[in-house]
């Protein structure tokens, strides 16, 4: 999906939605055990009741590895599902040196090698260039780079000082070098939520990028403060949100509450399109 | 295995040598072909020709992802065929925020979600502790943190000065705060054979802590100087070969030539093991 496609969708769909498939086999609704596939099943159900509202599906990759061969295929049959207007994003953190990261990226671009086709792949920043180009040989396919996180740990180095006069911290290091990689139709930034007050600095350097935002919902950030400091004349944020929808309930009725959930989101984000990006 | 048994192998076999399980498809013998499991066949075969000479193995987790399903079965296999006196690593460089790390941890390290158990992973740093210490929570494993990689791209962000009067870089920072997450037992760290004129700083902050090195070979890394400045009275070393030992050579006699190689980088390691250690 190119960018003009998806700040499309964005303004179609009044919405910058992405659901966070973070499937976890612990956490479903006990009528689902029975299915041949309960990830599967529940992924379906989610994506049947979110569709019309999000713009974006994130699996985080770690929730299918961590069932072994057969969560894969609940990963392949997921993605395979979700409609072709939805921008989709393999959030795998990976990244390694040159022609290693070249196979991460065929993993997640090459259907012709595992079955899997995603719009993009969430990339770790730490290896350099070298491990994040690879990913961009695939054309029309986009890297998302880990920039500033919404966890506790994204204080202990990415918030480092790297110039001599201490202006510049590591996470705007990143993202000033990795524009020298890709431009905005190829390259998104992860920005945590919880970090809202440096949504401006980093729009100062980044203006055009779009953003991949986690951290709304559970985790505490506000999606008042980031749409207000992030969003763009093209949309520009793709905010995301996984437990709030996915565990909305754990009866018969999750698909519904997911669906109110990832309604009321949107609602809200359709005030902010108005208010900020007309 | 402990820091003791690893130490203990490494002085019986006379060896610190690890052989990097890079398994490309594209690369095997033509004969190997017709085999149920090309990759496991020649993995197989590369493991009996080099167990009395290597104290550990790691696959390379991009080779087996980027084939699907069946890849992570090779994986499997492998992993369950590596003999019990030998040290292995999971090379996957993951990371994310703490719960989902933790289900990394959980794809590598409890048999009974995915059926692999791994000695360790390595790990990256950049999302900060909460994206590391889930991996520690299973006793006896370990985690190998990337502090200064062998690729072109390490000098992008690992080699930014992070302190104000520029003597630490992002490297040194990372591994002295991680030296407070888990002690010389739990932790290693991944420093580049291409690196070698840093070896003594490394050292200088952590004298102990097992270093695991790629960029010999193929890299153009010296092993000599990689041994004189990182060896330490318990080894403090696992040097990793990969295309050097597996890919010797193409034709039928590609285990012969792999056995020979790692045999003469052991043979390399003896000297430096009584120059150095003793």
Same sequence: chains 1, 2.
Avoid at 120 to 133: C, I, K, L, N, R
């Amino acid at each position: 999906m190119t960018f003009d496609e998806l700040s499309h969708q964005i303004f179609k769909k009044q919405s910058y939605l992405c659901v966070g498939l973070d499937t976890d086999p612990r956490k479903l609704p006990a009528h689902l055990l029975s299915e041949p596939d309960p990830v599967f099943a529940f992924n379906k159900a989610i994506i049947d009741a979110t569709a019309d509202v999000a713009v974006a599906y994130k699996p985080n990759i770690a929730f299918y590895e961590a069932q072994g061969p057969k969560g894969w295929e609940s990963l392949q049959k997921t993605l395979d599902y979700i409609p072709a207007d939805c921008f989709t994003i393999a959030d795998a953190k990976r990244g390694d040196i040159g022609n290693t990261s070249g196979l991460y990226a065929r993993a997640f671009f090459d259907p012709s090698a595992t079955g899997l086709d995603f719009d993009s792949v969430t990339v770790a920043p730490y290896m350099g260039h070298d491990s994040v180009t690879p990913f961009l040989d695939y054309p029309g396919k986009w890297v998302i780079l880990l920039a500033l996180t919404s966890n506790a740990g994204s204080a202990d180095f990415q918030r480092l000082p790297t110039d001599p006069d201490g202006t510049n911290e590591l996470f705007e290091t990143v993202i000033q070098t990795a524009k020298t990689w890709a431009d905005a139709d190829r390259l998104m930034f992860v920005v945590g939520a919880t970090q809202a007050e440096v949504f401006g600095r980093i729009r100062a350097i980044a203006p055009e990028h779009f953003l991949l935002v986690p951290g709304v919902g559970a985790q505490g950030g506000s999606l008042a403060d980031v749409s207000r400091c992030g969003l763009t004349k093209a949309g520009g944020l793709l905010v995301n949100a996984s437990r709030s929808i996915l565990y909305a309930s754990d009866g018969p009725d999750f698909a519904d509450r997911a669906r109110a959930e990832a309604q009321a989101l949107q609602a809200e984000m359709a005030t902010y399109l108005k208010a900020y990006t007309s």
